[in-house]
């Protein structure tokens, strides 16, 4: 019998050789990361024109310095944000009831982030508090990240729509990237 510590050793090491792309024979005839990228580029570049997504900055190149191990030839380091759209949430006025009363829509804070899937949260906000404030609304499979406090770095995959309190980052992939990828990457 092993001991939890073996066993999460065990599965790290597992979730490390996967994230290299080490665990299995890399097949030649997939797709280079190259051409998954320029789809990603043109579809962000129809969500700019359709005004879905705002244009931003263009991100820093990744300098050599930065790789923290080697990858598969067909594969490319980039950064986070040329992967999905990501954003925080907000917390509404708690002094407005209409905001919270008779709420249905699910509102997380970064600690009902569980490093898994989220099903439900422990407070519902209404659809006047969507309107009406600077919330955004997650899709199911968003991958989900708290960005400061005790909880850093806790992750969590959404099962349902749902918005999240301003130490909450999500993510929308783009079409092409595995949700489930980035999720154990940044785990």
Known sequence: IRSKEDIKDIRNLILSLAIKGKLVEQNSEDEPASE?????????????????????????????????????????????????????GATPSRS???????????????????????????????KLALEKTSLRLCKAKDVLIAMYGATIGKLGILEIEATTNQACCACTVYQGIYYKFLFYFLM
């Open 36 to 88: 998954l990228l320029t789809r990603i580029k043109e579809e962000k570049e129809r969500l700019i024109k359709e005004k879905v997504i705002k244009k931003e900055k263009e991100l820093l190149k990744i300098e050599e310095d930065e790789i923290p191990f080697e990858i598969p030839e067909s594969w490319e380091w980039v950064r986070l944000g040329e992967i999905g759209i990501w954003g925080s």
């Open 96 to 126: 407005k009831l209409e905001y919270y009363q008779n709420g249905d829509i699910p509102w997380l804070k970064t600690g009902e982030l569980n490093d898994s899937y989220i099903y439900n949260s422990e407070e519902k906000i209404t």
